[in-house]
Each structure stands twice: as C-alpha cells, then as structure tokens.
C-alpha cells in the first residue's frame, strides 16, 4: 500500500472513530432527555443542531486532512 494513501486512510479511520464517539454521545444526552417534562424545547434543539454542525466540521476537517 502507499505510505500516503495508508497515511489519509488512518487519519480518517481515527478521526471518524473520535467523532462518531463525540457524536453519539451527545445524541445519546439529548434522546435520554427527551422523556422529561420539558421534552422538545429549545435547549434540545439547540444540542441536535450542535451535534449536526460539530459532525459536519469534522467531515469538513477530514477530508482537509486526507489532502494535505
């Protein structure tokens, strides 16, 4: 295998592996609170829209990676 091509394929596999962790965390926190009284307010969407975006910047930042 290419050194660089073996380089952008572990750089990928460990960082997706860091941010499907992050990720799933934070879904998890925001499905648990979803049962509560207060279930659908703006905090929880606030939270999946951070999720979102934290899991789009880190597609953003490896395929920055995987390039350079």
Known sequence: ????SQRALIVVLVGGTLVMAIAAGGLYLVFRTYGSEKAGGTSHKTLIA????F???CCLGLMWLAYR
């Open 1 to 4: 295998m290419d050194p660089e």
């Open 50 to 53: 951070a999720v979102l975006s």
């Open 55 to 57: 899991i789009l910047l």
